[in-house]
């Protein structure tokens, strides 16, 4: 099946700094999803980006899905960004996403 | 308009015992997923669902796992003499198109 690689696996920003967060994927995708899991455990949409470029406030997105991967940017971080933030796929086979392993995110005051 | 719901938020249950897990996907979608995230597997597909479909249940672990949905909207997941690597949180995701949206998830454990 797909694979789905995050990185990093933790970032740790002081308030108002930028980052980058990367997903590599495997194979062709039909869609390409990153959420942020609050502290609750809720799944929140960020982002519907199988290809091009999205921008919603201070985050935006970048899929190159020749090259295989996607970028999520945090511009001017906040301690409300902090969280673990995940990149999940859906390959030409459909049916399922398929999740990386996640970016934890800790943004300090 | 209204999310996602699943019920219970919480279920603590002894080894051996069955449990359910309701999903109300949004109202219009058509497709309905179940995932579970747990510690030392990250979060995994389990079964999907769209219309009338046969479901996908290539992803569900074991026989003790089952799914159904009714009238094609609220679903049921149910896991039969539990055990103790059954401990996850349980996900439901609904979608019209491709993007899906996720409920706020059970946390199963089991003692």
């Known amino acids: 099946g797909i694979q789905v690689e995050q990185s990093p696996p933790d970032l740790i920003l002081q308030e108002g700094a930028n980052s980058t967060l990367r997903c590599n994927f495997s194979?062709?995708?039909?869609?390409l999803q990153w959420f942020h899991q609050n502290p609750w455990g809720q799944l929140i949409n960020l982002f519907y980006?199988?290809?091009g470029t999205k921008q919603n406030g201070r985050l935006s997105a970048t899929t190159v899905a020749t090259e295989r991967y996607s970028l999520l940017y945090i511009s001017s971080s906040q301690t409300t960004d902090s969280g673990v933030y995940f990149c999940a796929v859906e390959g030409a086979a459909g049916n399922k996403l398929t999740f990386g392993g996640g970016t934890r995110v800790l943004v300090k005051p | 308009g209204a999310g996602v719901s699943q019920s219970p938020s919480n279920k603590v249950t002894e080894k051996g015992k069955d449990v359910e897990l309701r999903c109300d996907p949004i109202s219009g979608h058509t497709a309905l997923y179940w995932y579970r995230q747990s510690l030392g597997q990250g979060l995994e597909f389990l079964i999907y669902?769209?219309?009338?479909?046969?479901?996908?249940k290539s992803g569900l672990p074991s026989d003790r796992f089952s799914a159904e949905r009714t009238g094609g909207s609220v679903s049921t997941l149910t896991i039969q003499r539990t055990q103790q690597e059954d401990s996850a949180v349980y996900l439901c995701a609904s979608s019209w198109g491709l993007e899906q949206f996720f409920g706020p998830g059970t946390r199963l454990t089991v003692l």
């Open positions: 669902f769209q219309g009338n479909s046969a479901p996908d």
């Open positions: 194979d062709s995708v039909n869609n």
């Open positions: 980006i199988p290809s």
